[in-house]
């Protein structure tokens, strides 16, 4: 499965921003889609998630502000941030699993990964 995700860029605090994932090749294996993000110097962490079956999974850092969603017939994840703050600035990465263990626990869990996008929350 090949990702190549995009729409980051810079935005100023409490703005909107939506990013975009891309999939390639044996996409219908895949069991989990999501997004991860690191920020300079911190650990990855996962942003949201969202299951073949529609279950979702989202970051107590973002609950509220993100929506996860996913257009099979463009074979395109979505993730939509909304009041973006200066902590979210972070190279956001499209991730997939076709491992059906339930949503992973880990990064390691997620086979496939993008290539990032920068996302930078800024006056």
């Known amino acids: 499965v090949q990702l190549q995700a995009s729409g980051g860029g810079l935005v100023q605090p409490g703005g909107s921003l939506r990013l975009s994932c891309e999939a390639s090749?044996?996409?219908?294996?895949?069991?989990?889609w999501g997004w991860y993000r690191q920020a300079p110097g911190m650990q990855r962490e996962l942003v949201a998630s969202?299951?073949?079956?529609?279950?979702?999974n989202y970051a107590e850092s973002v609950l509220g502000r993100a929506t996860i969603s996913r257009d099979n017939s463009k074979a395109t994840l979505y993730l939509q941030m909304n009041n973006l703050k200066s902590e979210d600035t972070a190279v956001y990465y499209c991730?997939?699993?076709?491992?059906?263990?339930?949503?992973?626990?880990?990064?390691?869990?997620?086979?496939?990964w993008g290539q990032g996008t920068q996302v930078t929350v800024s006056k």
């Open positions: 991730v997939a699993t076709n491992l059906k263990l339930g949503f992973p626990k880990t990064a390691g869990e997620y086979l496939y």
């Open positions: 090749g044996g996409v219908h294996s895949v069991y989990v």
């Open positions: 969202i299951s073949v079956s529609g279950r979702l």
